[in-house]
């Protein structure tokens, strides 16, 4: 049996990870500075981390939620100190996809409502709801196309007034949209929007899967703007490489019995990959890091003669290059032995490191970035 290839991957196979450093099973060394997709918030192969889950696997993995969890109140004890959402409840599934789908369901269970607005060029995950939010045709089944989806422009408060109607249960916005470019919904925005979904009846969904947990140097990316949303999804982060999302949910919002479910969602050994990580994330005050950083980054960037475009917050961050950036990608990867990541449908370079980042690995990063555009 072959596996069914829906990737295009690179001929690299990494064998074992520490911090920032990736090595394949050849023996060479990477620079880690897209983390599998921003996930990896803590660096690879933290200590606290792994001995806590060697030490978890020995009393139990796994059972499902047919039995109270203590973990699970432990991680929304966490969750709260770390986002300050003091009163919000906290649903537990295993990825970024089912956090969208779940509270996009929830928003419709609460509204009565059928109607979603959503963003061009967003990318909100690849199951039934979530990929329908997506502006992506390409990764849109037949199944999947709906009238139910009122698309909209960022920035563009009027274009979301155009669409707005009685039968819109929620209004769903990246933080930062990652696919589509790096692009980020001004403060003025964000809180327009929110007034005009308190107005309209409808929720406002946060996706902070990628640009949440701490990467922008807030916990939530949305928090700069001083706006609170209904219903916040993340993942990635959450969890260090382990397979955790999360819905955080208004209080107003009442829970019914049996409205959301998971089989997965909350066992044992996610919780405590979770709560690992929120310790190490807290003991070494890695959102402040992840802010100061940032601002090194964007201080060696700025002005560079290779970039167009320089977006993005924290640690995240979007190069738009004037050279080909798909060039200058597989140049830092295959040469420089540096990962970075790519934003599907424009020129730009993505940057979503491990939050553990420090100077000297931004430094290594920039001497290689000046290295390949003097020579693309």
Same mark, same amino acid.
Not at 58 to 71: A, H, L, M
């Given at each position: 049996?072959?596996?069914?290839?829906?990737?295009?991957?690179?001929?690299?196979?990494?064998?074992?990870?520490?911090?920032?450093?990736?090595?394949?099973?050849?023996?060479?060394?990477?620079?880690?500075?897209?983390?599998?997709?921003?996930?990896? %918030?803590?660096?690879?192969?933290?200590?606290?981390?792994?001995?806590? *889950?060697?030490?978890?696997?020995?009393?139990?993995?796994?059972? %499902? #939620?047919?039995?109270?969890?203590?973990?699970?109140?432990?991680?929304?004890?966490?969750?709260?100190?770390?986002?300050?959402?003091?009163?919000?409840?906290?649903?537990?599934?295993? %990825?970024?996809?089912?956090?969208?789908?779940?509270?996009?369901?929830?928003? %419709?269970?609460?509204?009565?409502?059928?109607?979603?607005? =959503?963003?061009?060029?967003? &990318?909100?995950?690849?199951?039934?709801?979530?990929? =329908?939010?997506?502006?992506?045709?390409?990764?849109?089944?037949?199944?999947?196309?709906?009238?139910?989806?009122?698309?909209? +422009?960022?920035?563009?408060?009027?274009?979301?007034?155009?669409?707005?109607?009685?039968?819109? =249960?929620?209004?769903?916005?990246?933080?930062?949209?990652?696919?589509?470019?790096?692009?980020?919904?001004?403060?003025?925005?964000?809180?327009?929007?929110?007034?005009?979904?308190?107005?309209?009846?409808?929720?406002?969904?946060?996706?902070?899967?990628?640009?949440?947990?701490?990467?922008?140097?807030?916990? &939530?990316?949305?928090?700069?703007?001083?706006?609170?949303?209904?219903?916040?999804?993340?993942?990635?982060?959450?969890?260090?490489?382990?397979?955790?999302?999360?819905?955080?949910?208004?209080?107003?919002?009442?829970?019914?019995?049996?409205?959301?479910?998971?089989?997965?969602?909350?066992?044992?050994?996610?919780?405590?990959?979770?709560? *690992? /990580?929120?310790?190490?994330?807290?003991?070494? #005050?890695?959102?402040?890091?992840?802010?100061?950083?940032?601002?090194?980054?964007?201080?060696?960037?700025?002005?560079?003669?290779?970039?167009? +475009?320089?977006?993005?917050?924290?640690?995240?961050?979007?190069?738009?290059?004037? =050279?080909?950036?798909?060039?200058?990608?597989?140049?830092?990867? &295959?040469?420089?032995?540096?990962?970075?990541?790519?934003?599907?449908?424009?020129? /730009?370079?993505?940057?979503?490191?491990?939050?553990?980042?420090?100077?000297?690995?931004? +430094?290594?990063?920039?001497?290689?970035?000046?290295?390949?555009?003097? #020579?693309?």
């Amino acid at each position: 049996m072959n596996t069914f290839e829906v990737f295009k991957l690179y001929p690299i196979a990494i064998e074992s990870a520490k911090g920032m450093e990736l090595t394949d099973t050849e023996g060479k060394k990477y620079l880690d500075l897209y983390g599998g997709h921003g996930v990896i %918030s803590i660096g690879h192969c933290q200590e606290d981390y792994v001995k806590g *889950l060697k030490a978890q696997l020995d009393k139990i993995g796994f059972y %499902s #939620n047919s039995v109270r969890i203590p973990f699970q109140e432990e991680l929304a004890v966490k969750l709260q100190k770390l986002s300050g959402y003091d009163d919000y409840k906290l649903f537990l599934v295993n %990825s970024g996809a089912e956090a969208n789908e779940n509270a996009l369901k929830l928003a %419709s269970f609460y509204t009565n409502r059928s109607k979603v607005i =959503a963003f061009r060029k967003a &990318f909100h995950g690849r199951t039934s709801l979530a990929v =329908a939010v997506t502006d992506s045709p390409a990764i849109q089944a037949p199944i999947n196309k709906t009238d139910k989806v009122l698309w909209a +422009d960022l920035n563009d408060i009027e274009s979301v007034k155009a669409v707005m109607d009685n039968d819109v =249960a929620a209004v769903i916005i990246e933080g930062i949209q990652g696919v589509g470019g790096v692009k980020i919904p001004t403060d003025d925005f964000l809180r327009q929007l929110r007034e005009l979904c308190t107005a309209n009846g409808s929720l406002l969904i946060v996706d902070e899967i990628q640009c949440g947990y701490g990467r922008t140097g807030k916990f &939530f990316y949305h928090q700069y703007s001083g706006i609170k949303a209904d219903i916040i999804s993340m993942a990635k982060g959450i969890a260090n490489g382990f397979p955790v999302g999360a819905i955080m949910i208004n209080p107003e919002i009442p829970a019914k019995f049996g409205m959301l479910g998971t089989t997965f969602g909350g066992n044992h050994l996610g919780c405590m990959a979770a709560i *690992l /990580t929120a310790d190490v994330m807290m003991k070494n #005050n890695y959102v402040a890091n992840a802010a100061k950083m940032g601002d090194y980054l964007f201080g060696k960037l700025k002005g560079h003669k290779a970039i167009k +475009d320089l977006r993005g917050k924290g640690l995240m961050v979007g190069i738009e290059t004037v =050279a080909d950036a798909a060039e200058i990608r597989n140049k830092l990867l &295959f040469d420089e032995h540096i990962f970075t990541g790519f934003s599907g449908g424009v020129n /730009t370079i993505r940057l979503i490191p491990p939050l553990c980042i420090t100077e000297k690995e931004i +430094d290594r990063f920039v001497e290689a970035f000046d290295k390949v555009t003097n #020579n693309a």
